[in-house]
């Protein structure tokens, strides 16, 4: 078949030939037609993520939108390395398959899928319910729009925006944002603009797309001073690191508040929570559309446009 292969860990894939995949006990082949180039597709493919096997080579993709032999059109799982969704062909498990909904195309399913997932998980994993606050910290990439649409959608009662891209960061009061921060002001500025946003809306639980220096500014805004104080519980959910793998914590950060620091995904949740969330998102997708660009290419321009920025939209490929 033809695949986007890794064949090294510090270039593109390659598109070319591999191995078509045999499916096993419990497993079925895919026929692929489309599949999302998400952040955690370029991360494994360079050997920068936790799930990283260092075997190559490998078809890249983690999940993708296809038909099953009997001729069902679903959304899967990617089951078995060395075999990925980048491909003509892949190979998943029955319980990883969600059937799709008519009216989602198979291109947009495929962009959508990973990234609403992400927000939806986390805030499962938070254990969030209607009516309390949610704070976006990286809201302007397409996770983080997507963010915070699926947060509004599930009944947040105030939504927090912060993110770097101006144009984006303009348009996310249309998708759900009641307050926004800007990420490029100077630390100092943006250090009261958290305080305030946290003092006004009673943040409940953080999404933290980004890590770095942006996440060790706002969990100082948190931090709290004196002690008759009563530090409202904060649930802080770590997602991606887009700005940093590591942070410099202080110790008073966590004593003076009420801070929870949790993880969401492969590993701190279920794959059964991620499936489900991902059906959640599709139902919800098939009665009010999700705004999101897509942007369809063919299979064989992967190595032209690995490297390319999401410019607000995702990126997704069909063999």
Same mark, same amino acid.
Request: glycine fraction near 10%; charge should be neutral; aromatic fraction near 6%.
């Given at each position: 078949?033809?695949?986007?292969v890794?064949e090294?860990?510090?270039r593109?894939?390659?598109?070319t030939e591999?191995a078509?995949p045999?499916a096993?006990?419990?497993e079925?082949v895919v026929?692929?037609?489309a ?5 955690i597709?370029?991360a494994l493919a360079g ?6 096997s260092?075997v190559l080579?490998?078809v890249?993709?983690?999940d993708?939108?296809?038909r099953?032999?009997?001729?069902r ?12 969704t980048?491909a003509e062909?892949s ?5 990883m398959?969600?059937?799709l909904?008519?009216?989602?195309d198979d #291109?947009?399913a495929a /962009? &959508?899928?990973n990234p609403a997932?992400? $927000?939806r998980a986390a805030l499962?994993? %938070?254990r969030?319910? @209607?009516?309390e606050s949610v704070f976006i910290l990286?809201?302007t990439?397409v996770a983080?729009?997507?963010a915070?649409q699926v947060a509004?959608r ?7 925006a912060a993110?770097?891209?101006?144009r984006?960061? #303009?348009?996310?009061g /249309? &998708?759900?944002?009641?307050t926004?921060? $800007? ?5 100092? %500025?943006?250090l009261d @603009?958290c305080?305030?946003?946290i003092?006004?809306a009673?943040?409940d ?6 890590w ?5 500014v ?7 001073t004196?002690?008759?104080?009563t ?9 991606g ?5 590591t942070?410099?914590l202080?110790? %008073?950060?966590?004593r003076s508040?009420?801070?929870?620091l949790?993880?969401?995904?492969f ?6 929570d ?5 059906g959640e ?5 098939a009665?009010q559309p999700?705004?999101?660009?897509v942007?369809?290419l ?7 446009a690995?490297?390319a920025?999401?410019n607000?939209s ?6």
């Amino acid at each position: 078949m033809k695949a986007a292969v890794v064949e090294a860990f510090d270039r593109p894939p390659r598109y070319t030939e591999f191995a078509d995949p045999l499916a096993g006990d419990g497993e079925a082949v895919v026929q692929v037609t489309a599949a999302g180039l998400h952040q955690i597709v370029r991360a494994l493919a360079g050997g920068r993520h936790y799930g990283s096997s260092g075997v190559l080579p490998f078809v890249p993709g983690v999940d993708g939108v296809g038909r099953l032999a009997d001729g069902r059109r679903v959304y899967f799982g990617a089951a078995r390395p060395p075999f990925g969704t980048f491909a003509e062909l892949s190979i998943t498990r029955p319980w990883m398959c969600v059937p799709l909904p008519e009216a989602l195309d198979d #291109a947009t399913a495929a /962009a &959508l899928a990973n990234p609403a997932m992400s $927000s939806r998980a986390a805030l499962m994993r %938070a254990r969030f319910v @209607a009516g309390e606050s949610v704070f976006i910290l990286g809201a302007t990439g397409v996770a983080g729009r997507l963010a915070v649409q699926v947060a509004r959608r599930m009944g947040a009662r105030h939504v927090t925006a912060a993110g770097r891209n101006p144009r984006a960061l #303009a348009g996310l009061g /249309a &998708l759900g944002a009641d307050t926004v921060i $800007s990420l490029a002001q100077d630390e100092a %500025a943006l250090l009261d @603009a958290c305080r305030a946003a946290i003092a006004e809306a009673k943040a409940d639980v953080v999404l933290d797309y980004l890590w770095g220096r942006p996440a060790e500014v706002l969990l100082q805004a948190m931090a709290r001073t004196g002690l008759s104080h009563t530090a409202p519980r904060v649930r802080y959910v770590q997602i991606g690191n887009m700005a940093g793998a590591t942070i410099e914590l202080a110790a %008073a950060a966590l004593r003076s508040s009420g801070l929870e620091l949790l993880g969401s995904g492969f590993g701190s949740a279920s794959l059964e929570d991620l499936i489900k969330a991902v059906g959640e998102v599709f139902a919800e997708a098939a009665v009010q559309p999700f705004e999101i660009a897509v942007k369809a290419l063919r299979l064989a321009e992967i190595g032209q446009a690995w490297d390319a920025t999401e410019n607000g939209s995702r990126l997704v490929f069909a063999p």
